[in-house]
């Protein structure tokens, strides 16, 4: 009897190199009219079989692209991964497209890379697949005066006494500030405002725009810094600044699994640009947006408009 031999055909796991599961892809040459932008999309494979990789990026729900067999011209949705010179076994495209991206909240899109493998013949041999994150390189959106960096860490559920700011989201609560996911590949970020005003109600003689009121620089107010730095909330690892009233303000946001990370409160104002990283620390998961006060974040209103740039 001959002894049967395993096939030559195998598919190494993980051979979607890039963009890993859940990962937060940049989007370059980002077109926020189009709302078109592209990326890098690279597999791998140890089949010797395999002579064409193409790859496919569609949104997260929708189904597979692929033929199963290749026969003429590529489906208009799909694009070939070339050879990586020097390797035998690594294809890539830096420009595969993206399309749906947002102009506008939720400043992110959920996406799904399809890639298959294909012999000479065209057959489909193995076909792989990822949830990935699509986010703009630029973006915009509102920062309500009512949004506290303080309350970037806590839990849902709590209510901030004596003045009744909840993290919950709206409508139960409006107090936990603007979280814009960080994409990786940003080694920096501009932050402008783009207009707007907000103010301590009931008085309009403090409003302003997000440049703050001059004359009035301070950070928490020490009578109520116990009740916004605190355990309950997991804000022990924020530090506030020395700023104008009605300032716009950022945060780094290292996720719930840091909240013992020290991150400052940054000077924004009506426009800043700064590094993502900060020596020491780990990737930041979000740019946290808000606005300056020493307490009472419920008796402020109005908004300002920002633009994000990704660099």
């Avoid at 030559?8 to 189009?34: C, D, H, W």
């Avoid at 004359?215 to 104008?244: C, E, H, K, M, W």
Wanted: contains cysteine; proline residues 9%; negative net charge.
């Amino acid at each position: 009897m001959r002894e049967r031999r395993p096939t030559a055909r195998r598919i190494v796991p993980e051979s979607l190199l890039f963009p890993g599961i859940g990962q937060v892809i940049l989007a370059k040459n980002y077109n926020s009219v189009a709302q078109t932008g592209n990326m890098l999309v690279r597999a791998s494979t140890d089949d010797p079989l395999v002579s064409r990789v193409i790859a496919s990026i569609k949104g997260v729900a929708e189904a597979s692209p692929l033929p199963n067999m290749l026969a003429g011209p590529l489906p208009a949705d799909c694009i070939e991964l070339a050879l990586v010179g020097g390797t035998t076994d690594t294809y890539e495209n830096t420009i595969c497209s993206i399309t749906a991206l947002p102009p506008a909240r939720p400043m992110a899109n959920n996406k799904r890379v399809f890639v298959g493998y294909y012999d000479q013949a065209g057959n489909r041999l193995e076909q792989d697949d990822r949830p990935f994150v699509a986010m703009p390189g630029q973006l915009q959106a509102a920062v309500n005066a009512r949004q506290c960096i303080w309350l970037t860490y806590a839990p849902v559920g709590n209510i901030l006494n004596p003045f009744n700011e909840s993290p919950d989201p709206p409508p139960g609560g409006a107090y936990r500030p603007l979280g814009i996911l960080v994409p990786d590949g940003a080694t920096r970020v501009r932050v402008e405002a783009m207009g707007g005003l907000w103010r301590h109600d009931p008085d309009p003689a403090t409003e302003t725009d997000a440049a703050g009121r001059v004359g009035t620089d301070q950070n928490l107010d020490p009578a109520f810094a116990n009740s916004y730095q605190n355990s309950v909330l997991r804000s022990q690892s924020i530090t506030s600044a020395i700023l104008p009233l009605n300032r716009l303000v950022a945060l780094w946001d290292y996720g719930v699994a840091n909240i013992d990370v020290v991150t400052d409160e940054k000077d924004i104002g009506l426009n800043s640009e700064f590094d993502v990283m900060t020596p020491g620390n780990p990737r930041p998961v979000r740019l946290q947006l808000g606005f300056h006060d020493g307490f009472e974040w419920s008796n402020n209103s109005g908004d300002v408009q920002v633009q994000v740039t990704w660099l």
